[in-house]
Each structure stands twice: as structure tokens, then as C-alpha cells.
């Protein structure tokens, strides 16, 4: 068994910080939509709350963004264009995740630096951070101040229609907060991929190798 760094630094203080926000909008967002229903602080301390952890949410992104436009780990998110290796490698994945894991097989995916997400990862992540997260920013953006931008707000159909997008979307993230512990339990060990998240180093079990030593952390990320 050897170890490969997978997660720098920044990453992992980026996720830990997304996560946390991601807990507070949650909770702010449910105790202003369902007033009548929940009454963990006031409707006002909710909106104040919620308008600023989306605000520090937004800078947090941008981060991301910048560290993996200017990084080399960039590869880690990249599409790939190919549709048949994209269809046959999501295809064992999915099958890996729906039997053989069930059964012990090895998964088909080999973590690497360059590309620690499988195929339905990659997908996943693409969908989550380059569409569905800009979405909720814009649509929010829109009802911090619905009288600044109320042309914007007519001209994609409404306050109705703005509101249900970032609605549709909130719920969405909700069920993904509440799955996500569950896909992190998925490595070799149900804290392989947690310990990661953590140390930066993920163990890689290599059959018929000897493990190697433990590489030193790289200066440049």
C-alpha cells in the first residue's frame, strides 16, 4: 500500500470552509422559508445571517475557482470529450457502486493526483460547481435586492420564477449534504476517503507491489 497526495492544502481548507457554510445556509435558509414551523432565531438574524454566509459562500467559490484555473490538479475536473470511453468508464463505475462493492471487487477507478475523481464524480462535480452553485448565487443575488435588480428579475420571468429556481436548487443541495457522508465512506476503508480530506494523503493498495514510502508534501500545489 503506498500514499499519493491527492488533496492540497488549499483544497482541504476549502472544503471544511464549504461545508460549514453550505450547514449555516441551510439552517438560515429553512428557518426564513418555514417561519411558522421552526424558531432557531429570529426571521431577521436569519435573513442578516444567511445574505452574509452567502456572500463569504460566493468569495469561497472564487478561490476554488482561481486555485484550479491556475493549477495543474485542474485535470482533476476536466470533461471527458470522448463519449464512449465517457459511457464505458461511467458504466463500470455505476455497476461497481451497484454490485461489485457489495461483493468486494476491486474498484475500477485508480486514484491519481491528476484525476482523484472517477467518472461519475467528475460528472457530478461539473453539474454541482460550474452550473448549479453559479445558479444559486445569480438567483440569490437577484433577491438580496429585488429593487436593484428587478429588470434582471422581469427578464427571466419573475420574482415567482427566480424564488423556485433557488428553492429547487437549495433542496437539491440538501440532499446532497445529507448523501455526501455516505459516498465519503466508499473508499478501502469507510474512512480512507475522510482521513484524506484531512492529512491530503490517500492510500493506494497496489497488488503483487510493495508499499513505497510515504512521498513528501510538493511546495507548489
Not at 432557531?40 to 442578516?48: I, K, Q
Not at 468508464?89 to 476491486?106: D, H, K, L, N, V
Not at 444559486?136 to 433577491?143: A, N
Not at 433542496?171 to 465519503?184: D, N, Q, R, T
Request: hydrophobic share 50%.
Amino acid at each position: 500500500m503506498s500514499k499519493i497526495y491527492v488533496n492540497p492544502l488549499p483544497v482541504r481548507i476549502w472544503h471544511w470552509a464549504n461545508a460549514f457554510l453550505f450547514i449555516v445556509l441551510i439552517a438560515t435558509g429553512v428557518q426564513i422559508r418555514y417561519l411558522d414551523l421552526f424558531s432557531l432565531m429570529s426571521f431577521r438574524t436569519a435573513v442578516v445571517v444567511h445574505n452574509w454566509v452567502a456572500f463569504a459562500l460566493i468569495a469561497n467559490f472564487f478561490l476554488w475557482l482561481l486555485f484550479y484555473l491556475f493549477s495543474d490538479k485542474n485535470k482533476a475536473y476536466q470533461p471527458e470529450l470522448n463519449i464512449v470511453k465517457l459511457f464505458n468508464e461511467s458504466f463500470r463505475q455505476a455497476m461497481y457502486y451497484g454490485y461489485g462493492i457489495f461483493r468486494g471487487e476491486p474498484n475500477p477507478h485508480r486514484v491519481d493526483p491528476y484525476y482523484k475523481f472517477n467518472p461519475l464524480q467528475r460528472m457530478l462535480y461539473q453539474i454541482l460547481m460550474l452550473f448549479l452553485l453559479p445558479l444559486q448565487f445569480f438567483t440569490g443575488l437577484l433577491m438580496w435586492d429585488v429593487k436593484r435588480f428587478s429588470s434582471v428579475i422581469d427578464m427571466v420571468g419573475g420574482l415567482r420564477v427566480v424564488d423556485t429556481m433557488h428553492v429547487l436548487i437549495f433542496i437539491f443541495f440538501v440532499f446532497y449534504i445529507c448523501f455526501h457522508p455516505y459516498l465519503a465512506t466508499l473508499g478501502h476503508t469507510p474512512t480512507a476517503h475522510i482521513k484524506a480530506m484531512i492529512t491530503g494523503y490517500e492510500d493506494v493498495h497496489e497488488e503483487g507491489a510493495e508499499a513505497v514510502p510515504m512521498p513528501a508534501v510538493p511546495q507548489s500545489a
